[in-house]
């Protein structure tokens, strides 16, 4: 599928004005600024796309010029190819305006080929955009097709007759070559096909005749998909778009059922689902749910899809309205089917399935479970791991030191925070009061120091060790706190009256924890 | 005259239970979480309501502490139920409660009687995201504990949304506390209210920390009346035990006659 005036088109949808002006889309090549892309008003002048600006200008004064972007042509491509997902999984980008569509087995379902490329047209029209289409056996022979000639149907075996008038441009090969066989006369497909195979290889390359064998078939060419195929889909389209998120979500339970059925049949259940709507206007969102199981429960993934419209429903508008819904899962996994307690909930399901929902609401790093890590830094020495994923069971915390209250705090800071105005009794001993966050402690009971040193193999040798105090205030309250040295520098004033910058190590204490 | 009134009162009580739908003590008996002071137990006329929606909220700022060593406390008691199968508890806090004053620790849960393993934490950007994602989680049927902890005094949890909680803690049979940073004098539809402070503990002979000790203040309790007691945790044996407050009898003994103080 060739998108002929891709360039022109997108600015001409921006615009309200009447696409019959003649437009052309610049772009500086070595120095010069040459039509890049033209319209149809502007191709019936009689300019070619390569003639510089400055010829245009000199035949034509009236001429509506645009600066050519790339990144914006390349994201409308993208989006029509999003789009063409209604029609297979497997469409690929053929840069810069064309599209590769995998119709094997859908073009049926839009009864026939001819009809399916009139659909695609008349709904492409609509939007603006101007395509030509060729279906055939090869992918190079539909490309060829759609750009050089006039578009249509090749009918299965009549590929080299098609390809036979056409020049060796259509073979998608490189532009430099074409000016060389142009150069020796060769200026037709047929001319090439015909010739000894050998010579040509030698002269102009290995990629040529590849080129040619696949356009012809007898080489395999298969079409890179720009999404991932997802191995179970159900879809549904309606005469009518839809937009009210009740009917959205309505569709989407139905379509879950549907899937599950699928999916039980191979014992399979999804782990990655994905909701994609496509808006009548050719707009197409795509709301992605994990779980943490295979999932194979309509009715829960329903539910995962509530959380996530909660969460993003406000940036799909529907605008006109949907007018079709598909459901895919796009990651599965084996899923054994389980003899259920009989009419007792397993909340171990229960459990997973309120991980996933929350997942879908809030993001799936913010639910997480805690496993102990094997490291001597304390904020270390606990990971976060999402809750959704399995993770190895956390070992219990041993309690080697022999105190009657616990040796760690229940409560963790997010960054340990500088207590001031320490006074302590022995040098290196506990404080006998300090101020954090603007009120004073005067502690009773410290136990410590406990000193916990920088992991030095990790080549953190140049930060001090802490020395942790468990304290306890008079009233009772018990924190977690510790020393560390730190170099400090500081301005000195000698006695003859000069300034000296000293460095030193000086004691800094942080509150680290609260305990219970 | 007074030796009906307690049989008339109980049955009154229960119809009014019955109407509001709430389940009796004798419903509920066998699956009441003690908390093995008998002064407290007999408050709460055998102990915590399971499937209920409590409220603990620190007595001073500097109580914050001991008010999450309290609620780790109440989540790593056992469950009394037999073939109790939920045994994960979750903790939600708004990101504002854990930038402000930390988050759970897992080494220091663990060693407090709280497994890490059982122990699942989520945090949501605001305040009513809490409440939606306590209310879920307490209906889900899957956790044993849902500690839900709202910055300061945590007015998006006003009667209305406190109602909601106890409906979903009644619906999904789960325990739910609700944490505050600073207590609210809104009225709220918690079965009970505690304000805990931290207390000094008795230190051991070697003149080391004590046993963590709590001074407990139970200022609403929707079935009996109020009252303050020092506990200490013990947190090998996951139990508490009474402390001597040095104070006046425990509220428990006064006359029949006498209005109970009901708070909220």
């Known amino acids: ?516 | 005259m007074t030796a009906g009134k307690p049989a008339t009162l109980d049955r009154l009580r229960q119809e009014v239970a019955r109407i509001e739908g709430v389940p009796t003590t004798m419903e509920t008996g066998d699956r009441l979480r003690p908390l093995g002071v008998a002064a407290i137990d007999a408050v709460l006329q055998g102990g915590l309501m399971p499937a209920a929606l409590h409220e603990i909220a620190p007595a001073r700022m500097t109580d914050l502490g001991a008010t999450c060593g309290f609620a780790v406390a109440l989540a790593a008691r056992p469950a009394p139920a037999r073939g109790e199968k939920r045994r994960e508890v979750l903790w939600i806090q708004t990101d504002f409660a854990a930038l402000e004053s930390g988050r759970p620790y897992g080494p220091g849960c663990d060693l407090f009687g709280l497994p890490t393993r059982r122990l699942l934490l989520l945090t949501v950007p605001r305040p009513v995201d809490l409440l939606w994602a306590m209310e879920e989680a307490l209906r889900s049927r899957a956790l044993a504990t849902v500690i839900g902890e709202l910055p300061q005094d945590g007015t998006a949890a006003d009667l209305t949304a406190t109602r909601r909680l106890t409906l979903a803690a009644r619906e999904g049979d789960s325990l739910g506390l609700l944490l505050r940073h600073q207590s609210s004098p809104l009225t709220s539809s918690a079965e009970t209210r505690w304000q805990v402070a931290a207390a000094p503990s008795r230190p051991d002979r070697f003149g080391g920390l004590g046993c963590t000790a709590f001074a407990l203040s139970l200022t609403k309790n929707r079935r009996g009346p109020t009252g303050r007691w020092l506990v200490a945790w013990d947190h090998h044996e996951c139990a508490f035990s009474a402390l001597s407050l040095g104070v006046a009898a425990a509220a428990v003994d006064r006359p029949d006659r006498t209005p109970l103080v009901r708070a909220g």
Not at chain 1, 68 to 95: I, K, N, S
Not at chain 1, 145 to 168: C, D, M, N, W, Y
Not at chain 1, 261 to 275: D, F
Not at chain 1, 479 to 486: E, G, P, S, T
């Open chain 1, 1 to 516: 599928m060739w998108l002929r005036r891709l360039s022109t088109d997108r600015i001409e949808r921006r615009s309200s004005a009447p696409g019959d002006a003649p437009l052309i889309v610049v772009e500086p090549v070595k120095g010069a600024l040459r039509i890049a892309a033209l319209n149809d008003a502007a191709a019936a002048l009689g300019l070619t796309p390569g003639l510089p600006l400055a010829d245009a200008r000199a035949r034509y004064t009236s001429l509506q010029v645009a600066q050519a972007e790339l990144e914006a042509d390349r994201a409308l491509l993208v989006a029509v190819a999003d789009w063409c997902d209604r029609y297979t999984p497997l469409v690929g980008l053929d840069a810069p305006d064309g599209l590769l569509l995998d119709i094997t087995g859908c073009a049926h379902l839009f009864g026939g080929e001819r009809a399916m490329a009139h659909d695609v047209m008349l709904r492409l029209a609509r939007q603006g955009l101007q395509a030509r289409i060729g279906i055939a056996g090869t992918v190079g022979c539909a490309s060829a097709v759609a750009r050089f000639s006039k578009g249509g149907i090749v009918p299965p075996g009549e590929e080299t007759a098609t390809l036979a008038p056409l020049p060796p441009l259509a073979l998608r090969i490189d532009p430099e070559i074409t000016r060389l066989l142009a150069q020796t006369g060769l200026r037709r497909i047929a001319d090439l096909a015909t010739r000894p195979r050998a010579p040509l290889a030698a002269r102009y390359g290995q990629d040529l005749l590849r080129r040619l064998d696949r356009a012809f078939g007898i080489e395999d060419e298969s079409i890179t998909p720009r999404l991932p195929v997802p191995p179970y889909v159900a879809e549904r389209r309606f005469p009518d778009p839809i937009g009210r998120e009740d009917d959205v979500l309505g569709t989407v339970a139905q379509l879950a059922q549907e899937l599950c059925v699928l999916m039980e049949r191979r014992g399979e259940g999804a782990r990655h689902i994905q909701t994609a709507l496509f808006r009548a206007d050719g707009k197409v969102y795509r709301i992605d749910a994990g779980a943490g199981q295979p999932l194979r429960d309509p009715e829960r993934i329903r539910r995962l899809f509530l959380e996530r419209f909660a969460v993003v429903g406000d940036a799909c508008d529907p605008g006109f309205g949907y007018d079709m819904i598909r459901l895919s899962a796009l990651v599965a996994d084996r899923m054994d089917p389980v003899q259920s307690g009989l009419g007792a909930p397993d909340p171990q399901a229960a459990l997973t399935h309120l991980i996933d929902r929350l997942g879908a609401r809030f993001g799936r790093q913010r639910i997480a479970r805690l496993v102990t890590q094997d490291k001597h830094i304390p904020e270390a020495a606990v990971a976060m791991v999402p809750a959704a994923h399995q993770a190895s069971p956390s070992t219990p915390w041993e309690d080697e030191q022999d105190s009657l209250a616990p040796i760690r705090p229940t409560r963790m800071l997010a960054t340990p925070e500088r207590i001031d105005g320490v006074l302590n009794e022995v040098p290196d001993g506990a404080p006998v009061r300090f101020t954090w966050r603007d009120a004073f402690y005067h502690v009773a009971i410290a136990e410590g120091p406990e000193r916990i040193a920088p992991e030095w193999w990790r080549g953190e040798s140049n930060v001090h060790p802490r020395d942790y105090f468990r304290i306890e205030t008079g009233d009772g309250f018990r924190a977690w706190i510790f020393r560390q040295d730190r170099l400090c520098k500081f301005k000195q004033i000698q006695d003859d009256g000069t300034e000296k910058d000293v460095v030193e190590l000086k004691a800094h204490w942080f509150l680290h924890g609260l305990m219970a």
